[in-house]
T-cell receptor, first 115, second 114 residues
Framework: AQKVTQAQTEISVVEKEDVTLDCVYETRDTTYYLFWYKQPPSGELVFLIRRNSFDEQNEISGRYSWNFQKSTSSFNFTITASQVVDSAVYFCALSEAQHAGKSTFGDGTTLTVKP | EAGVAQSPRYKIIEKRQSVAFWCNPISGHATLYWYQQILGQGPKLLIQFQNNGVVDDSQLPKDRFSAERLKGVDSTLKIQPAKLEDSAVYLC????????????FGQGTRLTVV
């Protein structure tokens, strides 16, 4: 069975601080996908990144970066120079390779960025 | 490109009543998912369709929940009769067929059972 753990329930930072959201996963599959989604107050889940299990390269997109470490089953997400608009709930998710949209989600981390 | 459309956005019903949610996926997306998101938790998959066939409904409480996707496009999720613990956001998502695609989510329907 697949499992995703986001140990940080809530994080509060002041604008311009860097913040890292942790994600640890469990799966018996050798091939799988990992995702991060952002859920603003409007409720829609916004896709941020997909990473397959064979690609352990870290990725940077603007102020966002992701660190995938297969050895520790972790897929952490860092926001550099946080902004108020980054305030949202962030979900880490895990999918089997055959159906990337069929995901097991963590319970989310609520990020509050204060001005 | 239009996103996943869901209606209604909000619904309040009394326990034991029935309710239905509608989803229109992104055009061309053969795979459709219904997720249930209870407050403070991550979304949990209820059912997955591939065109108009069910791929996985192992997490769907079939004694009270039903879903259909006639003609392989729109989908309806029904709860009958509703219980208090069904209060949640019901998210619909769709994706193209294939192994390298993520799901795109609608804004969800927030159901409150009183």
């Amino acid at each position: 069975a697949q499992k995703v753990t986001q140990a940080q329930t809530e994080i509060s930072v002041v604008e311009k601080e860097d913040v890292t959201l942790d994600c640890v996963y469990e799966t018996r599959d050798t091939t799988y996908y990992l995702f991060w989604y952002k859920q603003p107050p409007s409720g829609e889940l916004v896709f941020l990144i997909r990473r397959n299990s064979f690609d352990e390269q870290n990725e940077i997109s603007g102020r966002y970066s992701w660190n995938f470490q297969k050895s520790t089953s972790s897929f952490n997400f860092t926001i550099t120079a946080s902004q108020v608009v980054d305030s949202a709930v962030y979900f880490c998710a895990l999918s089997e390779a055959q159906h990337a949209g069929k995901s097991t989600f963590g319970d989310g981390t609520t990020l509050t960025v204060k001005p | 490109e239009a996103g996943v459309a869901q209606s209604p956005r909000y619904k309040i019903i009394e326990k034991r009543q029935s309710v239905a949610f509608w989803c229109n996926p992104i055009s061309g997306h053969a795979t459709l998912y219904w997720y249930q998101q209870i407050l403070g938790q991550g979304p949990k998959l209820l059912i997955q369709f591939q065109n108009n066939g069910v791929v996985d409904d192992s997490q769907l409480p079939k004694d009270r929940f039903s879903a259909e996707r006639l003609k392989g496009v729109d989908s309806t999720l029904k709860i009958q009769p509703a219980k208090l613990e069904d209060s949640a956001v019901y998210l619909c998502a769709s994706s193209v067929t294939g192994v390298r695609t993520e799901a795109f989510f609608g804004q969800g329907t927030r159901l409150t059972v009183v």
